[in-house]
């Protein structure tokens, strides 16, 4: 394993910008509620562990889009990501920042990491194993205000289905 610190090589930075995407993709998964999103980011082999669900990562893909609807939307941030590749494997940390409005004009924010265990395979990383831990969550009373912040009003807004306008941007 190179030092804390270590500059990478090319072929490196590569493999952590890849898995950088992969990351962010799961994210924009959820938050566009797109089953082919996520499962683009794991292997069809791949294993969750979500604490009230642990099993097959494409299943959970498949149903989680029907869930995330019960939101008016979420938004999923990710930050701190460390990676330690090891050849064709990599794992991985990464700090979540997860936001949910709930239609009943509330809040649910929920802090935590993903761990993952990355798999490349030819020239491609995807997730192999990812466990959510959850650091805390909390939740409040819609804060929306626009009556008081009206230069936002004319802003798009985000949706969890095809006509969210990052869907033209990126298909």
């Known amino acids: 394993m190179a030092e804390v610190g270590q500059v990478p090589n090319l072929e490196e ?6 898995i950088i995407e992969i990351i962010h993709t799961y994210a924009r ?5 797109d089953a082919e999103i ?5 292997w069809e082999d791949s294993e969750l562990d ?7 990562a494409h299943p959970f893909c498949d149903a989680l889009p029907n869930g995330l ?10 930050s701190n990501t460390l990676i330690r590749i090891e050849g064709s494997e990599a794992n991985v940390e990464s700090y979540l920042t997860a936001h949910h409005r709930r239609p009943d004009d509330t809040e649910m924010t929920y802090i935590g990491r993903y761990l993952d265990r990355m798999e490349k395979r030819g020239d491609v990383w995807k997730i192999k194993y ?7 969550h909390q939740d409040a009373a819609m804060s ?8 936002l009003v004319p802003i798009s807004r ?14």
């Open 69 to 78: 609807r019960n939101f008016v939307n979420t938004q999923h941030q990710i």
């Open 13 to 18: 930075m590569a493999d952590r910008l890849a």
């Open 50 to 56: 979500y604490g009230g669900y642990k099993g097959p």
């Open 144 to 151: 929306e205000d626009f009556d008081n912040n009206q230069s």
């Open 158 to 171: 985000a949706t969890h289905d095809p006509d969210d306008p990052s869907f033209e941007y990126l298909g």
């Open 38 to 42: 996520l499962k683009s980011a794991c």
């Open 130 to 136: 990812r466990q959510i831990v959850m650091t805390w």
């Open 29 to 33: 998964g959820v938050d566009r509620a």
